[in-house]
C-alpha cells in the first residue's frame, strides 16, 4: 500500500499528527513557564507527594486539566500547599500557548471564618492613621474587612529589587486582630515577609502567641485588581529562616478578605 497525498485519509493521519505536536508543544511551553515563574513555589510544593503529583501535572496539561490531574494523583481535592502554585500559573502563565488558563478560572473558594475565634491580643484597635491615604506600594498598610470589625496595619522596609523582578520586603511591625482583640507584633523571630514573582502573590506571616496569621497580598497580573485575605489558625509556629509561600498552619479558622483604608 503507498500513501496518495491526494486522499482524505492521509491528511486526516497529517491532521492527527500536527494536532500532536502542537499539544507537546504547548505541554513543554507551560512546564517551562511553571519553572521560569513559579519555581520557588513548586520547591516548596515538591517536599509532600501528593502536592508534588500535582504540580507535575499541571506542568504537563496546564491550568483546565487540573481536574484530570485529581483524578491522575487520586485526590478529591486540591492539597492546600497546591493552592499557591496553582494561583501563579493562573496568573503568570495564562496564554494557550503556555498553561491555558480558561477565562472563567477563580482560586478555590476557603472556609468563612468565626471572627469570635481570631483574637490574638487585647488591643482595642489598629490605631489607623485616618490622613493616610493607601497606597499598595506603600511602606504602610492599613486595611480593615468590610464590616470594619477585622483591622491589619503593617509597617514595612523596601529593601530593593529580588531575583524574581519583585520587591524584596522586610516586614518591621504588624497589628492584626478583631477590635477589642488586636495583637501588635515587633519581635523579627514572629514575623516575616514573602516576597513572590511580581509581588503578584505576597504574604505577610505572623505568629502572635496564640494565633497564627497569613495575609495574602494578590496581584491579578501587572496594573490588575488586587485583593487582600487574612488566613487565621489556631495553632502554628513560624520559621522566618523559610518564609513560606503560602499561609501554613494547624487548623485553619477561616479566612477574612480586607479592604484598603482610605483607598
Request: net charge negative; glycine share 10%.
Amino acid at each position: 500500500m503507498s500513501w496518495c497525498p491526494r486522499c482524505p485519509i492521509f491528511y486526516l493521519l497529517l491532521s492527527l499528527l500536527v494536532a500532536a505536536s502542537l499539544s507537546t508543544a504547548g505541554c513543554e511551553d507551560c512546564s517551562d513557564c511553571v519553572t521560569e515563574k513559579c519555581a520557588d513555589l513548586v520547591e516548596f510544593c515538591s517536599v509532600y507527594p501528593d502536592c508534588e503529583c500535582m504540580a507535575d501535572c499541571l506542568g504537563r496539561e496546564g491550568v483546565d486539566g487540573i481536574g484530570g490531574c485529581l483524578s491522575s494523583c487520586g485526590l478529591e481535592e486540591r492539597p492546600s500547599r497546591f493552592l499557591p502554585v496553582e494561583e501563579c500559573v493562573a496568573v503568570a502563565c495564562p496564554d494557550s500557548d503556555e498553561c491555558s488558563t480558561p477565562g472563567d478560572w477563580e482560586p478555590p473558594s476557603s472556609p468563612p471564618v468565626d471572627l469570635g475565634d481570631i483574637a490574638g491580643g487585647d488591643l482595642p484597635d489598629c490605631s489607623f492613621d485616618t490622613t493616610l491615604e493607601f497606597r499598595a506600594e506603600g511602606d504602610v498598610l492599613q486595611l480593615q474587612n468590610a464590616e470594619e470589625t477585622v483591622c491589619v496595619r503593617l509597617e514595612r522596609l523596601n529593601m530593593g529589587s529580588g531575583s524574581l523582578a519583585n520587591t524584596e520586603w522586610l516586614l518591621l511591625d504588624i497589628s492584626v486582630g478583631p477590635l477589642d482583640g488586636v495583637a501588635f507584633v515587633d519581635d523579627p523571630g514572629d514575623l516575616c515577609w514573602y516576597s513572590s514573582h511580581h509581588n503578584f502573590s505576597d504574604w505577610a506571616h505572623v505568629w502572635t502567641g496564640r494565633r497564627l496569621h497569613g495575609l495574602h497580598l494578590h496581584e491579578d497580573g501587572h496594573g490588575g485588581a488586587r485583593t487582600y485575605e487574612l488566613y487565621t489558625y489556631e495553632t502554628g509556629g513560624l520559621d522566618t529562616s523559610s518564609c513560606p509561600p503560602w499561609s501554613d498552619g494547624t487548623n485553619l479558622l477561616g479566612v477574612v478578605e480586607l479592604f484598603p483604608v482610605n483607598p
